[in-house]
């Protein structure tokens, strides 16, 4: 309804138009009883004519004018005359945020001026019940002095609804230009485009939209129509931040992208938690901050992702004033960071012990042997425990140490002031004690399964996968863990199992995982896990499965222990893995490494084409595969999947592919063609390997109910046939012999054996030694390739088949052993003499943290 200058309404006198858009037109007006300016909005007449949405309007308004805030607009009166349905409100003086983003995006100080006060308006708004259901940037306003102003809470809610569901709506303009319509379907949340019931974390999604354009310049959502965009909303991610405003603090890129989850229940559990979150960074972010460092987690190996000198000081930066946490009290100050460690190397395991103020740990500095350390809770200094080399697990309560010694997992107890261990067990992965301070709680390999004992011999879970991080709740009722399905994958959940075997799955869908404590009370598990690439968070859950956020980091990091108050032991670390070659013809090792995390999968018999896969921050949300030349030619992308194998005439590789799980088989030509599934009739797959034929593949899988074995599939079809027995190790990076006739494997004892194909009786090779690990065969097949690691230090020799003579071929050792993890693949070219290998680094620090809720 159009009106005219003078006309009055109530005690109002309207002056002149101030704009219109779907819920009616809008006036400047003057309140004639006290002498003001206002803001009156005039309903459409729809809503006048409609008694029970006329209703449902007063209603919420009438709410919304409890809400007493200063960034959000204060409504003065709610009045109809002469069929004239109105609002009054306070009139703002300034532009509206959509007239502020013409120009440019914003730089980074006022978008998070601003962005802090609409949170705050938020939070304010959500703590009274009230959902906004239509944020947009032209429902902010934005004052000459910078003062934020929400307007029409309350009154998305009876906008035009497509669907007839009363809980369901979806706010749209009326107005008849594809940009007006555009300009609200473009901040809507998955849920509402969805025609779902919406809560306040549907505000937190356009706030997160609002965020986005304020950054970029750019809408997250706009596509040519309105029906494009909610597909957009609903089904797409917008371009990375990262790529768009690389300048962009990555703490802002976080909240951004936690705002546009698609799950609501990967948004902030409060608005609160977001306002705070927004506060902290613009009253703490140091410009060295400002960085577009790719902080990034991923799967297999533990976050891994590159840090580069700046961008670690911006995380120290960040870390020191609490940067990310989320789920405080107003009047909790933001967690303290200490960092405990100072050397260059790694750190894996660290404990309170039980006077709470001297932490042991584990690590190895500059390339020597992990050996176990204790510091003071006021530091610096560490010394080294009087204890042999080794892994150390757990500290019981009366102070004895769980330790692995040496490379053949044997589980040890030994007192914390020193002394010779006592051996208890063979292959033990990890160990916790029980609160009673007799008991443990083990993991180990029996028989080619991952099985979980507590105590030892009562075994209470088996896998086939993977059980990591192993931890006693504080009653000694339960134990909680980390539970993957693929071994030496980190993509996973977070289970509990009781003392008689009942196991619950808390939380899931982690696409990098590492690291599991309990909460002092036993309420709730705290781990450290990602469900996006560059997302690393410590998350806890309780034991009904409700997670909340505890804290957000721009570097990987790994939860090690909770004291008695409170504090918290994390591992800052920085992994990464490289691939050295030595190409034919040249007498100097290569860098073939392409992005963060290279892994050497095979090698042509020429030696002159490398199959790597990426798994780190460059390749973004899954595996990548590549093919390059050994030369240093630039690789080509083929597939987005993980390691596999070369066909003998290099026109085919393998890949497989676990996201999403279960995982498959993929052939992948290496030229022109398409990729295909390779069938496998309900085997679960780890691995898989050309025969020299090219018409076969060997799988290492796994059928219902079974444990691992090597099965033979023929490309042309036909159903998997197995020829070992279960519950074998394939730890070859070339387990097939030249000529297809035999398979390098270990039996569930850990021998190395020689199995025939199709099937006859297997053969334990003669001169293996204990802790060699067999890699590939020669190339007359007369012979195999064994290693064996002592230190940083790798040896490789050729064993005999028939004899067990033992030649060294070649010894490989890092130029630099600091946080050297280690070759994790060695492949040898048919001429014997060129080679490629993949190894790791991690750097790590050990920091204290206080003051997590």
């Given at each position: 309804m159009s009106l005219a200058p003078g006309t009055r309404l109530g005690a109002y006198e309207v002056v002149s138009p101030l704009g219109a858009g779907g819920m009616g037109e809008v006036w400047r007006a003057r309140d004639g009883r006290l002498g003001r300016e206002v803001a009156i909005k005039v309903l459409p007449s729809e809503v006048v004519g409609d008694p029970g949405r006329l209703k449902r309007f007063e209603k919420e308004a009438r709410a919304a004018s409890a809400l007493n805030h200063p960034n959000i607009v204060t409504i003065y009166d709610i009045g109809s005359t002469d069929s004239v349905a109105f609002i009054a409100m306070e009139r703002i003086d300034g532009k509206t945020l959509r007239e502020l983003l013409f120009a440019a995006p914003m730089p980074i100080k006022r978008l998070l001026q601003i962005a802090a006060q609409i949170a705050e308006g938020l939070a304010k708004a959500h703590e009274a019940g009230i959902v906004h259901r239509d944020l947009k940037p032209e429902n902010v306003m934005v004052t000459k002095d910078g003062l934020v102003k929400i307007l029409d809470f309350g009154l998305a809610k009876q906008t035009e609804r497509v669907s007839g569901t009363e809980s369901s709506h979806l706010p749209t303009e009326t107005g008849t230009s594809p940009g007006v319509v555009l300009g609200t379907v473009g901040y809507m949340s998955p849920e509402q485009a969805g025609g779902h019931i919406v809560d306040f974390r549907s505000d937190q999604f356009s706030f997160g939209a609002i965020l986005y354009e304020m950054a970029t310049g750019n809408r997250a959502f706009q596509k040519g129509t309105a029906v494009d965009t909610l597909s957009a909303i609903l089904h797409e991610e917008p371009p990375p931040l990262g790529d768009i405003a690389p300048e962009l603090p990555a703490p802002v890129r976080w909240i951004v992208g936690n705002c546009l989850a698609k799950d609501p229940a990967e948004r902030y559990s409060s608005t609160r938690d977001l306002a705070r979150e927004i506060a902290n960074i613009r009253d703490h972010l140091h410009p060295a901050a400002v960085t577009s460092g790719a902080f990034a987690a991923r799967r297999k190996h533990g976050f891994p992702g590159a840090l580069v000198a700046l961008a670690a000081a911006a995380l120290l930066t960040m870390l020191a004033v609490g940067v990310g946490v989320g789920r405080r009290t107003a009047k909790t100050s933001p967690p303290s960071f200490k960092r405990l460690t100072f050397q260059r190397g790694n750190v894996v395991t660290a404990r309170f012990t039980a006077d709470g103020q001297t932490i042991v740990y584990g690590a190895s500095w500059n390339g020597d042997p992990f050996r176990i350390f204790s510091t003071r809770r006021e530091g610096p200094e560490s010394v080294a425990l009087p204890l042999p080399d080794a892994l150390f697990w757990s500290i019981s309560r009366s102070g004895e140490l769980a330790m692995i010694l040496g490379s053949g997992g044997t589980l040890a107890r030994a007192p914390l002031s020193g002394g010779a261990p006592r051996e208890v067990l063979e292959n033990v992965h990890s160990a916790?004690?029980?609160?009673?301070?007799?008991?443990?709680?083990?993991?180990?390999?029996?028989?080619?399964?991952?099985?979980?004992?507590?105590?030892?011999?009562?075994?209470?879970?088996?896998?086939?996968g993977g059980i990591r991080y192993p931890r006693v709740s504080p009653r000694g009722d339960m134990a909680a863990f980390l539970?993957?399905?693929?071994?030496?994958?980190?993509?996973?959940?977070?289970?509990?199992?009781?003392?008689?075997g009942r196991k619950k799955t808390l939380a899931s869908g982690f696409t990098s995982s590492g690291g599991l404590v309990w909460s002092r009370d036993g309420e709730e598990v705290w781990f450290t896990a990602a469900k996006v690439a560059n997302e690393p968070s410590l998350i806890a859950v309780s034991l009904s499965g409700k997670q909340r956020v505890l804290l957000r980091t721009p570097a990987?990091?790994?939860?090690?222990?909770?004291?008695?108050?409170?504090?918290?032991?994390?591992?800052?670390?920085?992994?990464?893995?490289?691939?050295?070659?030595?190409?034919?013809?040249?007498?100097?090792?290569?860098?073939?490494?392409?992005?963060?995390?290279?892994?050497?999968?095979?090698?042509?018999?020429?030696?002159?084409?490398?199959?790597?896969?990426?798994?780190g921050a460059g390749a973004g949300d899954r595996y990548r595969l590549f093919l390059r030349p050994t030369d240093g030619s630039s690789p080509k992308r083929l597939f987005d999947g993980g390691c596999g194998a070369l066909s003998r005439d290099g026109r085919w590789a393998l890949s497989l592919v676990d996201i999403p799980y279960p995982p498959k088989i993929f052939l992948v030509p290496t030229g022109s063609g398409e990729s295909k599934p390779i069938p496998l009739e309900g085997l679960t797959p780890r691995n898989a390997w050309f025969f020299p034929d090219g018409n076969r593949i060997l799988v290492a899988g796994e059928e219902p109910g079974h444990r691992l074995r090597l099965y033979v599939k023929n490309l042309e079809g036909g159903t998997p046939r197995p020829v070992t027995p279960e519950g074998i190790r394939v730890t070859a990076y070339r387990p097939i012999s030249p000529d297809g006739g035999q398979i390098i494997a270990s039996d569930p004892e850990g021998r190395i054996q020689l199995f025939p194909v199709p099937e006859g009786n297997a053969k334990v090779l003669p001169g293996a030694a204990a802790g060699d690990r067999p890699i590939q065969w020669t190339s007359d097949g007369r012979g195999v390739y064994v290693m064996q690691r002592k230190g940083v230090l790798h040896s490789v020799s050729r064993i005999d088949v028939e004899t067990g003579r033992r030649t060294l071929w070649k010894e490989i050792a890092p130029s630099?052993?600091?946080?050297?993890?280690?070759?994790?693949?060695?492949?040898?070219?048919?001429?014997?003499?060129?080679?490629?290998?993949?190894?790791?680094?991690?750097?790590a620090e050990l920091y204290l943290v206080t003051g997590l809720k």
């Open positions: 916790d004690w029980a609160p009673d301070s007799s008991n443990l709680l083990v993991v180990r390999d029996v028989a080619g399964k991952s099985r979980l004992e507590y105590p030892i011999g009562r075994v209470l879970y088996e896998s086939t539970d993957n399905p693929v071994p030496e994958d980190d993509l996973g959940s977070v289970a509990v199992v009781d003392r008689e990987p990091i790994c939860v090690l222990d909770v004291g008695a108050d409170g504090s918290v032991l994390i591992e800052e670390h920085i992994p990464s893995k490289q691939i050295a070659a030595l190409p034919p013809g040249e007498t100097r090792e290569r860098d073939l490494s392409w992005l963060d995390y290279s892994h050497a999968c095979d090698l042509s018999a020429d030696g002159k084409r490398l199959l790597f896969e990426e798994s630099d052993p600091a946080g050297f993890g280690g070759i994790r693949s060695l492949l040898i070219a048919g001429d014997e003499t060129s080679y490629v290998y993949s190894h790791t680094r991690t750097l």
